[in-house]
Structures are given as C-alpha cells and as structure tokens.
C-alpha cells in the first residue's frame, strides 16, 4: 500500500487476488465495509489496472461512498466515454487548454497523436496526458513512508464564546490525534495549535514536547498549555486545528518510566479504549468531559 496524503491511499491488489481466489471488486467491498463497520468512515473506491484508472474511477465514485471497477477490457471505452477533465492529472486548468482545442473528452484526447497533444502542453505533459488517456500507466505502487505530522481539525457551525465549550471540543480533537498517531505507531515530537476566528484572523503557536509521545495525557497537557498562552478573552471561535508534528516511530522513541498509579492507569484505560474503537467505530466512546458539552 502507498499512502497518498492526505486521503488517499494505493493498494497493490495482484498478491490478495491470487491469495482469497476473488476478484478485486470484491476486495474493494470487503475494505469498504469493514471500514465503516470499524471507523465509521465510508470509502470511495475505484478499482482498476492502473493507477490513474483507478484514481479516476475512484474520483466517479458517489462522495458519500461507493466502488466503481473498471475491468481492464474496457478502460479505453470507459475513460474516453468521460469529459477530459475527470482524467487524473489533468485537472481544470489543462482542462481549459485542451478544451480551445475542442478536445473535450478523454477519447479525443486519445485519438490525437501524441506529438500533437506536446504541441499543447508540452513535452513532458504532453506524453503523459496521451500514454494515460489510453489508459497506460506503468508505475509501480511503491512503500512510501508515513509522513512526519497529523492533523485534526473542527468547524463550527456558530461562533464559540464559551471557554468551557472550547476546551470540550479541544479534547474531542486531542483523542483524535491521539487515535491517529497511535494507529500509525507514530510520536509526535511538538504540537501545533491553529485557532480559526470570526472576521478571518487567525493565532497559531508550537510547543516542542518533552519527549515523543501520542498519549492522550500528554497531547492534552501540550494543548491545553497553548490554549492558555492564546489569552482567549471574548474571542469568536470559527474552528481549531491541532497538529502532531515531526512524527517519528513510536518504537524509536525513548518513553521514560513513570511512576505515577494515576498516569499509568490512564494508560491502561487508553489501551482498551483504543480497543473499543477498533470493535465497534471511532464513535463508540469518547472523553466524558465533552460529552457534557454536546450540543
């Protein structure tokens, strides 16, 4: 798998094809379900021969979630039945160039010769745009190394004036990071705080932590930390985003003992409900203490 940041990810479906005897729309369903069965979030899904029939078949698939398979036999009538912009990698803007030239949908795009299709784009776009219009694509899905910061955000559909309000959805976002650089088995090494207000302006501020971690108790210290350094007085909040950053390997980092029952004992309950979410969804529980502030 290539993790494609930050929504999107390739998978290379030859090997578990041959392993469960299925073909890769199955698959593709099998990830879909347990997905929003264990994360409550759905996927959109396309399923192909190449990457970039894949990305644009996914692209097609409904935004709410859905799998759209495009069997290899017929990629170059399922692509040139599509408007050239839906191609992956063209885009608006190449779009717009290639359609003053009347070249309107991806069969046109192909029928043309690829040197003519340089003569519009250039050289190396030009190529590109030609090989994959017929649907060629040759590169490989690669291994890619997670990368180095995750972020969180919310948005509120009113203004926030309420202190009390602003620290529950914080702590909502601090779970979050949390889950998502523990799923990782990632350590953030500082926190970023971004707060989002009415009118446009905006305050952000870094903090380094002492050392790497993904625990809650520790991003909640961090974060709250920046929050009182934020003086928030009668500040209309539009949204929060609260980054991990510089991301390293949870088993390279160095974790000091600790010998506090009550911090170690957190830890224990981390663990489980890390465990409930991976069961029943990302929903299933949740800091008591924003709950109460649940609109």
């Known amino acids: 798998m290539q993790a494609l940041p930050p929504s999107a990810a390739l998978v290379e479906l030859k090997g578990a094809v041959r392993y469960h005897v299925a073909g890769g729309r199955w698959l593709a369903e099998v990830a879909r379900s347990r997905s929003v069965a264990r994360l409550g979030v759905d996927l959109q899904i396309g399923v192909a021969s190449s990457w970039t029939v894949a990305a644009t078949a996914s692209a097609q698939a409904p935004a709410s979630g859905g799998i759209v398979a495009v069997a290899p036999e017929d990629t170059v009538q399922w692509l040139g039945a599509l408007e050239v912009e839906a191609l992956h990698g063209i885009g608006p803007r190449r779009g717009a160039v290639l359609r003053r030239y009347g070249i309107d949908t991806v069969a046109r795009l192909a029928a043309l010769p690829t040197g003519t299709v340089q003569q519009i784009l250039g050289a190396r776009a030009g190529r590109t745009a030609s090989e994959r219009a017929r649907g060629w694509d040759p590169r490989p899905v690669t291994t890619a190394a997670l990368p180095v ?26 779970v979050r990071l949390g889950v998502t650089l523990r799923g990782r088995s990632q350590a953030a090494r500082a926190l970023t705080l971004t707060l989002h207000f009415a009118g446009g302006a905006r305050w952000e501020k870094s903090r ?77 529980i949740g800091p008591a203490g924003a709950a109460r502030h649940a609109s």
């Open 149 to 174: 910061s995750a972020s969180v955000r919310a948005r509120f559909e009113r203004d926030l004036l309420d202190g009390s309000q602003v620290r529950a959805r914080l702590l909502v976002l601090v």
């Open 208 to 284: 380094r932590l002492r050392e790497p971690s993904a625990h809650e108790d520790d991003l909640r210290t961090a974060v709250f930390q920046l929050m009182d350094a934020a003086g928030l007085q009668r500040g209309r909040l539009r949204g929060i985003v609260l980054k991990g950053d510089d991301a390293v390997a949870a088993d390279t980092a160095a974790e000091q003992l600790s010998l506090d029952p009550r911090r170690e004992a957190r830890l224990v309950v981390e663990e489980a409900a890390d465990r409930v979410r991976a069961k029943f969804g990302s929903h299933a």
